[in-house]
């Protein structure tokens, strides 16, 4: 690595898409408007069974089945969100109406659980 090249490097690597704007309805979806033009509705309960921290995704087995939760994780309540707030530059964190608040969305991994547009679930 020279001094020339890192010259060339002056800005930092775009990531593939990034949101513009992002509307949050607290009991329905969250709406991102992606730097590419995408638009993508998530809704809630879409977002809060894929959340991707290690205690959520601990519980899938390996055919990536979510097991039973054993403990007090249980919520049968409509799942909303009470806010949402952007982690760094890459990422945003949603705190839910089951206390939940550990799950670091990124950009890049909402990009991939995103809903197929037309297919509703
Ligand atoms: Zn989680």
Not at 73 to 81: E, K, L, S, V, W
Not at 95 to 113: A, K, N, T
Request: charged letters at 20%.
């Amino acid at each position: 690595m020279t001094a020339a090249d890192s010259g060339f490097n002056a800005s930092p690597v775009p990531d593939p898409a990034a949101p513009v704007a992002m509307k949050l309805k607290k009991s329905e979806s969250l709406t991102i408007h992606w730097s590419d033009g995408r638009e993508t509705v998530y809704p809630l309960r879409h977002l809060r069974r894929m959340c991707p921290c290690a205690g959520c995704q601990g519980e899938r087995d390996l055919l990536g089945r979510t097991l039973l939760p054993v403990i007090s994780t249980t919520y049968d309540g409509p799942i909303t969100a009470l806010g949402a707030e952007l982690v760094g530059n890459y990422a945003i964190r949603i705190m839910w109406s089951d206390s939940h608040s550990s799950g670091i969305y990124s950009f890049s991994y909402l990009r991939q659980i995103e809903p197929l547009p037309g297919k509703s679930t």
